[in-house]
């Protein structure tokens, strides 16, 4: 089924209503973001559109510049100064005493709906609600935890804050609490890692103290930009299972951003992919690795190394580079790097999201899949594509 064809914005139609499922706790719609520098306007968002369920795992995949980091600080209104959001929306549904608390302020009045949905995009970045929102209830964990912790006091102290300032004034019993959340991440001796400084900590431990501060006020939503990439596979494999381990127990949903689509088959049960400023395909986790639709996607996947290739096998490769942000791509932004390329269509028309048959609500926004372009126009690229695409990853 499709959705029908975008304007020139290339917005995002997920459903006809324009919103989330019942169970999701955040969706977003149509998202811009644009910035503001000396060469130019860059826009690093071009109508961005997903929704995260209640206790699941959301992946995020996609080439450095694709948008990921900028999504997801986005959501927790942390964007830097040259960046602002120009369109879209990002609803966040809050438990029933959680709006009582922010109801006092008048900003919020206009951020909240009739079912108590919270428009993030309404709220001002240092506003009192923001900040109730920013570590309560969405929590972030970066790449590299000594760029985040505060290298001049000790771990547990940190922590101690953000538990003082979302949960309880009483010092000791947020002392108590900080240390029970190093020992719920696996800190051992967690009393003396909470008087421990950064720099006194491995990477591993530094990553898992991160973890623990943005767990300790039970967030609803976990967003992890690349936690595990400075990592080595045996600290990863920890720091991954530990996270599903506390989902499950918390409840908890994740964003989880990653390159690697081996933690995205390991971790998530949904995966977005995305590629200069846009989702180009979302889906189950099943269907992106055993049933891939955009070109891009099936590119991603075919540079995956393989367990008994052959010794100096080349390693396939996605031809070309990542567009310059001042770059203005006219029609599909992946058509100079498409294997796939129909010619004039590609150049001058961006694809709308076609919704595939079927109840998984597999989205691709490529013109492969566009019911409004005619079988001679796509005619001579069906050869190039029609093939297994679990054949390709053999």
Avoid at 49 to 60: A, K, M, N, Q
Avoid at 83 to 94: E, K
Avoid at 192 to 211: C, F, K, T, V
Avoid at 352 to 360: F, K, M, V
Wanted: charged share 25%.
């Amino acid at each position: 089924m499709i959705m029908g064809r975008d304007g020139a914005d290339g917005r995002d139609r997920l459903d006809e209503l324009g919103r989330g499922s019942g169970d999701a706790i955040i969706t977003v719609r149509d998202l811009q973001v644009e910035y503001k520098t000396t060469l130019g306007t860059v826009s690093a968002l071009n109508g961005v559109s997903f929704d995260i369920s209640r206790g699941t795992v959301l992946g995020v995949v996609g080439e450095s510049g694709s948008g990921k980091s900028v999504t997801a600080r986005a959501i927790m209104q942390i964007l830097e100064r040259a960046g602002r959001i120009t369109d879209g929306s990002i609803l966040f549904r809050r438990t029933t005493g959680d709006r009582e608390m922010m109801s006092d302020e008048a900003e919020t009045e206009s951020a909240i709906g009739a079912s108590g949905e919270v428009d993030i995009t309404g709220l001002k970045p240092t506003s009192d609600t923001m900040r109730a929102i920013r570590g309560s209830d969405i929590a972030m964990i970066f790449q590299e935890p000594m760029s985040s912790l505060n290298p001049v006091y000790a771990v547990g102290a940190q922590i101690q804050e953000a538990i003082l300032l979302h949960q309880t004034p009483d010092k000791q019993k947020s002392w108590d609490q900080a240390v029970d959340m190093l020992r719920q991440v696996g800190m051992p001796n967690p009393e003396r890692i909470a008087n421990s400084y950064p720099h006194e900590l491995s990477g591993g431990m530094r990553q898992r103290a991160m973890i623990a501060m943005a767990l300790s006020c039970h967030p609803a939503l976990l967003i992890a930009d690349e936690p595990t990439t400075a990592l080595d596979v045996t600290t990863e494999a920890q720091i991954l299972a530990l996270m599903v381990r506390l989902k499950e127990e918390i409840g908890m949903s994740i964003m989880f951003i990653t390159h690697s689509m081996g933690v995205v088959a390991q971790l998530c049960d949904e995966v977005i992919v995305m590629y200069q400023g846009r989702v180009v395909e979302r889906a189950q986790v099943e269907d992106i690795f055993y049933h891939p639709k955009h070109p891009y996607t099936r590119s991603l996947l075919r540079s995956i190394p393989r367990i008994g290739a052959a010794e100096h096998a080349p390693l396939e490769v996605i031809k070309g580079s990542v567009p310059d942000p001042y770059s203005k791509v006219s029609g599909c932004p992946f058509h100079p790097r498409c294997p796939d390329f129909i010619g004039d269509v590609c150049v001058t028309v961006i694809p709308p999201e076609t919704l595939l048959a079927g109840p998984s609500r597999h989205g691709v926004r490529c013109h492969l899949y566009d019911d409004q372009l005619t079988r001679d126009e796509l005619e001579p690229v069906f050869g190039s594509w029609a093939g297994s695409t679990t054949e390709a990853l053999r």
